[in-house]
């Protein structure tokens, strides 16, 4: 004959209160004897009472907390098979024709996810090489001002031939490319070459 789940938990905790109930008794057996043989007996059929008594307390929570897991996942299981019939009766009321067409929008949208993350990947490329022709360009005017001496307009940022209409101030501190700052800009990036 086997149990249930709910008779085995019983079980268990009957189990576990009896042999609690011995273990007072023999606990109060070891303090009335007298002969030490009756003493260390009764000690030893304490203690088996009072391991057995918990381990049917640890059998039991473990039973209550499978019969709750179980109960959980019927739940579960009933929800599942709601949705389950839920999307069949979805897809049967969708065309053949309406499947078709969501499978090549979905196709369609994937394809331009994909096409939007190549862009993105150029546009960072296309920054990198931004940002290493502004540094080259500056190394470049660099070099050139120490070989040639030649000065920059402050104003307008041009070598040699400015076209300022005021009077040119000329300085040796500035040397960089006059659109480096926009450029660096477009890239998001603020420090200087």
Request: include cysteine.
């Amino acid at each position: 004959m086997s149990m249930a789940l709910d008779e085995a938990i019983k079980h268990c905790e009957e189990v576990a209160e009896q042999n609690e109930s011995s273990a007072i008794t023999y606990k109060n057996c070891k303090e009335i004897k007298a002969n030490m043989y009756e003493k260390l007996t009764a000690e030893k059929a304490e203690n088996d009472c009072r391991e057995c008594a918990a381990d049917h307390r640890q059998l039991a929570e473990w039973l209550t907390e499978l019969k709750d897991l179980r109960e959980e996942n019927k739940v579960l299981m009933q929800e599942c098979d709601r949705l389950i019939k839920e999307k069949g009766e979805l897809l049967s009321k969708v065309s053949g024709g309406d499947v078709l067409r969501i499978c090549q929008l979905e196709d369609q949208l994937q394809a331009e996810l994909d096409n939007s993350h190549c862009l993105e990947i150029e546009l960072t490329e296309a920054k990198q090489l931004l940002k290493a022709a502004v540094e080259d360009i500056h190394d470049v005017l660099t070099s050139q001002i120490k070989i040639t001496n030649y000065t920059l307009c402050e104003k307008c940022k041009y070598y040699l031939n400015c076209n300022c209409k005021d009077k040119c101030i000329v300085s040796y501190n500035l040397k960089q490319w006059r659109f480096a700052d926009e450029a660096l800009k477009l890239i998001g990036e603020t420090n200087e070459p």
